[in-house]
């Protein structure tokens, strides 16, 4: 029968040739191969035993790796996130402790996976913020759904939200833990252990305010 998969012409640019072992009764009968394999496991099982009764366990991101030793005894040790890691979102706070956010929406229009729900307010009669800016009565997202792309701390105007905690949703065990609430949020801290952020931010009634309010409009 003719072959149905006929050989390609070896490349004469981009061809290896592949050099297969020779059969032997040593290498069929896989002992020396099970053996080295075994070696290797016990020098690292061996080093990494070592390491952890003297206490010189070196990082596990920026020293491990050249080792291959890897594993980390999770929960007790954390592989430490970069700088930039997307953690769990928070949401930020003014000095007085009221949400930085003013429910404009921009971040749950950007969210791709749709998991941002708000539900804006009106500050109460005679607040300086009344009529100027809204406040979100709920803010709740499910983690569970978000990607973690970002896009909703690069939408916001105000950052208001930031996703700079360092932290990863623990695993809950239903699908209801993962709904994040206004306070839930408000109460997660960055990784400096604040609440704020450090961009400045004017508020109404400020003198060096440059925005606009009821008073001074365009
Ligand atoms: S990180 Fe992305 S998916 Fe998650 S809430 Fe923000 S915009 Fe939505
Ligand atoms: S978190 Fe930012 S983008 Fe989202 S509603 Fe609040 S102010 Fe707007």
Avoid: W
């Avoid at 749950?108 to 607040?127: K, L, N, R, V, W």
Wanted: glycine share 8%.
């Amino acid at each position: 029968m003719a072959n149905a998969f006929p050989k390609k012409p070896a490349s004469p640019t981009h061809a290896v040739p592949v050099r297969y072992t020779e059969k032997t009764p040593t290498t069929q009968a896989y002992i020396p191969e099970i053996i080295k394999g075994i070696g290797v496991s016990m020098s690292h099982f061996l080093r990494n035993t070592k390491e952890m009764l003297t206490g010189q366990r070196p990082d596990p991101v920026t020293e491990s790796l050249d080792i291959g030793i890897t594993t980390l005894q999770y929960p007790e040790q954390k592989r430490p996130y970069p700088q930039r890691f997307r953690g769990l979102h928070r949401l930020t706070a003014r000095e007085d402790g009221s949400p930085r956010c003013v429910a404009c929406l921009c971040c749950s229009t950007a969210c791709p996976a749709q998991c941002i729900f708000i539900e804006a307010g009106e500050y109460p009669e005679g607040d300086k913020r009344r009529g100027y800016e809204r406040f979100p009565v709920k803010f709740v997202i499910d983690e569970l759904r978000c990607i973690f792309c970002g896009y909703c701390v690069e939408a916001c105007p105000c950052d208001a939200i930031r996703m700079d905690t360092g932290k990863h949703p623990v695993p809950y065990d239903s699908r209801d833990q993962f709904i994040y609430t206004k306070n839930m949020l408000m109460g997660v801290t960055g990784r400096d252990g604040t609440r704020e952020t450090r961009n400045p931010r004017h508020e109404p009634g400020d003198p060096g305010h440059p925005g606009i309010d009821r008073l001074h409009s365009h």
